[in-house]
């Protein structure tokens, strides 16, 4: 089993930045790979970011909505996965939520989610 907890959420002005972090139980999570998505008020959710568990930092992979805005990375060590998400817009507005996938059986986990606003 593994648990997500999400944190660094919260109201941010246009252009300003915020860093997520995610924090996961369990004995798999250099097995994983970890991933964030995030749902906007109306919208379904969608893949922000991932990255896989390469000792040399992983391979990651963005939307093309955040790239060159948003970086993911995850510190084995600390079985945890960041976000850091710059020059904010309105339209990322969302909840943005942690995901965990178990490379050898596909399984996925998932946190509770923590909310982003990005507004003046």
């Known amino acids: 089993q593994v648990q997500l907890v999400e944190s660094g959420g919260g109201l941010v002005q246009p252009g300003g930045s915020l860093r997520l972090s995610c924090a996961a139980s369990?004995?798999?999570?250099?097995?994983?790979?970890m991933g964030w998505y995030r749902q906007g008020p109306g919208k379904q959710r969608e893949l922000v970011a991932t990255?896989?568990?390469?000792?040399?930092?992983?391979?990651?992979n963005y939307a093309d909505s955040v790239k060159g805005r948003f970086t993911i990375s995850r510190d084995n060590a600390k079985n945890t996965v960041y976000l850091q998400m710059n020059s904010l817009k309105p339209e990322d507005t969302a909840v943005y939520y942690c995901?965990?996938?178990?490379?050898?059986?596909?399984?996925?986990?998932w946190g509770q989610g923590t909310q982003v606003t990005v507004s003046s």
């Open positions: 990255i896989t568990s390469g000792g040399s930092g992983g391979n990651t």
């Open positions: 995901n965990a996938r178990y490379v050898y059986t596909n399984r996925q986990y």
């Open positions: 369990g004995s798999i999570f250099s097995s994983t790979v």
